[in-house]
Nanobody, 124 residues
Framework: QVQLVESGGGLVQAGGSLRLSCAAS????????VGWFRQATGKEREFVAAVSRGGGMPFYSDSVKGRFTISRDNAKNTVNLQMNSLKPEDTAAYYC?????????????????WGRGTQVTVAS
């Protein structure tokens, strides 16, 4: 069993930065690829980024590539998402998720665990 708790969301001006954190509890955290999804009001949930069990092989959606960086610290059971050059279209609830499999397939993976989400609002 893995519990995921997100933090770090908030309100930021366009062009600004935020750092989201996902704190995991549970002894099997390192068994899972971990990533982030987001869901804007009235839209479907979409994949953002994922990182492998060992902290390598990051994979990003085209919409955030070059602006967001995902990282993982297994000693601290955390996964972070550094978000730079934020745009109003990045406004959404951001969810941490854990699943088996590769980072490249994370977007379509059968997600084993979800966090409750943290809101990010980017003002224009």
């Amino acid at each position: 069993q893995v519990q995921l708790v997100e933090s770090g969301g908030g309100l930021v001006q366009a062009g600004g930065s935020l750092r989201l954190s996902c704190a995991a509890s549970g002894r099997t955290f390192t068994d899972y690829t971990v990533g982030w999804f987001r869901q804007a009001t009235g839209k479907e949930r979409e994949f953002v980024a994922a990182v492998s069990r060992g902290g390598g092989m990051p994979f990003y959606s085209d919409s955030v590539k070059g602006r967001f960086t995902i990282s993982r610290d297994n000693a601290k059971n955390t996964v972070n998402l550094q978000m730079n050059s934020l745009k109003p279209e990045d406004t959404a609830a951001y969810y941490c998720a854990a699943a088996m499999g590769s980072t490249a397939n994370f977007a379509g993976a059968n997600i084993n665990y979800w966090g409750r989400g943290t809101q990010v609002t980017v003002a224009s």
